[in-house]
């Protein structure tokens, strides 16, 4: 019988094959060499555990099929997906999609030198906070700013700025974990800062927080249940409430509101989100938010507020650790830029834009792919339907915003198989399954993508 070992093309044959030289003018000649190594290894061991089961292939099919691999390998591992899932502040997607104004600052920015620390009227050193101060104070009516990398970074920095050594007064009720590592209670004590926890679970009064003040309370602490909501038998100190109690006691306070909202988010049907104006008229001292949340800008953490706490915030070493670069900068002075024209906004910052998508728009949208799925033979039904999505990304755990699907049944593999190859298509996209069926939300596919979308999914 034939010895199946020794019809197996060398490492030295495989790499004189056309398939593999090309790919040595694109990866290195080592890369090559690996994958080649590997692959005749794994071949060897599968040939003897079941030898006879198959055929040594030719040394250009083996070839061939290394070449593909090593290709497949060679795919950047972060990748942009299609969001069908309807969650519109997607946290494993990377949360808010950023505005072409955005996209483009960065890339100007990022191509080469940019004036970050200089400034062009003076031909002097600058601040980088220079960026976007103007814009944040503007907008939010604030005194001064500070940008952190993200919300969790700025909460960190103020505690350990303004607090350390000392009590931050916070209600049982507020104190949230958003996720990851993000425990309010951790971070707390990882700023040097000590929570002094009053009221209860449900019910917390300005009284509760007006009781434990004593010369080592160094700020009260209000912050947005953005994930969460207590509802039933309860009771919560407004902001105003706090800052007048602040005031009375000469004790600061810091504002935590999540989300950042710089406009009335219930126009589109979502209540119960303050928005950064609201704290700022009211008195508080320092406000946090994310910038890659409601804004809709990059990921980073913006502080607004009093000067005198802003400057102890900026001063502080950990602010060196901890503050954005240029790309960052410039994404959000774009992104805060259209925010000076609500109607502009709306249109191009895409967070805006798809909650402010009519139901009209959505369903004709949908209109226009359903007869090109229909046409695949591979699904059992397709059809348009109605459905909620949701905003996520620790907004508004209660609310949804209505939105048009495509509900898909496949017709012999399962719902998640389906969903599997969607997934691992040449344009990766999410859905959602629900009720033993896929589902498209239209609200969260840019409308740039419907085409993809169809296009994927028929290469199934
Ligand atoms: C999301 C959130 C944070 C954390 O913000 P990141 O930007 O994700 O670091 C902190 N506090 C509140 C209230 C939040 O909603």
């Not at 009211?282 to 913006?302: E, N, R, Y």
Request: one cysteine or more; proline letters at 4%; a negative charge.
């Amino acid at each position: 019988m034939d010895n199946p070992f020794r019809n197996l093309p060398s490492v030295n044959d495989l790499l004189e094959t056309p398939a593999l030289k090309t790919v040595v003018e694109r990866v290195s000649h080592n890369v090559v060499v690996d994958n080649v190594r590997t692959f005749l290894d794994d071949f060897r061991t599968k040939l003897k555990t079941k030898s006879g089961e198959f055929s040594v292939p030719s040394a250009a099919e083996m070839a061939n099929s290394i070449a593909t691999w090593i290709s497949s390998e060679d795919k950047p591992p972060l990748q942009p997906v299609i969001n069908g899932t309807g969650v519109i502040l997607h946290t494993g997607l990377g949360r808010a999609p950023l505005a072409e104004d955005a996209i483009n600052a960065i890339a100007d920015v990022s191509r080469g030198y940019a004036s970050v620390e200089v400034s062009l009227e003076s031909g002097k050193r600058s601040h980088r906070i220079d960026a976007v101060k103007k814009l944040l104070c503007e907008l939010t009516g604030a005194e001064a700013a500070a940008v952190a990398n993200n919300n969790a970074a700025a909460t960190l920095l103020t505690l350990a700025a303004m607090a350390t050594g000392q009590e931050v007064i916070v209600s049982r009720g507020e104190l949230i974990e958003i996720g990851g590592s993000y425990r309010l209670p951790d971070v707390m004590s990882a700023s040097g800062a000590v929570l002094k926890e009053v009221g209860t679970t449900n019910k917390t009064r300005v009284s509760d927080y007006e009781n434990a003040i004593h010369e080592e309370t160094g700020a009260l602490m209000k912050v947005h249940t953005s994930n969460y909501v207590v509802c039933g038998f309860t009771e919560a100190a407004s902001i105003d409430e706090l800052v007048a109690l602040g005031k009375k006691t000469d004790v600061p306070v810091i504002d935590d509101v999540g989300s950042g909202a710089l406009i009335d988010f219930s126009k589109y049907g979502l209540t119960d989100e303050p928005t950064i104006q609201h704290s700022i008229k009211a008195g508080a001292d320092v406000i946090l938010f994310s910038g890659d949340k409601l804004i809709g800008g990059p990921q980073c953490g913006i502080v607004v507020g009093k000067e005198k706490y802003i400057e102890k915030i900026t001063k502080h070493p950990m602010m060196r650790a901890m503050r954005v670069d240029k790309m960052t900068l410039a994404g959000l002075a774009a992104t805060l830029r259209l925010y000076r024209n609500i109607d502009e906004a709306e249109e191009k910052v895409p967070l805006l834009a798809m909650l402010s998508t009519t139901m009209d728009s959505l369903r004709s949208r949908a209109e226009r792919m359903l007869p090109r799925l229909q046409a695949l033979a591979y699904f059992q039904s397709v059809e348009i339907v109605e459905a909620q999505s949701m905003l996520g990304g620790g907004s508004i755990p209660t609310q949804s915003v209505p939105t048009i699907c495509l509900q898909v049944k496949p017709q012999s593999i399962s719902v998640q198989q389906l969903s599997d190859q969607i997934r691992k298509s040449e344009s990766p996209i999410f859905g959602r399954i629900q009720n033993d069926a896929y589902y498209l939300d239209l609200r969260t596919i840019l409308p740039s993508q419907d085409l993809r979308v169809i296009e994927a999914i028929s290469s199934l």
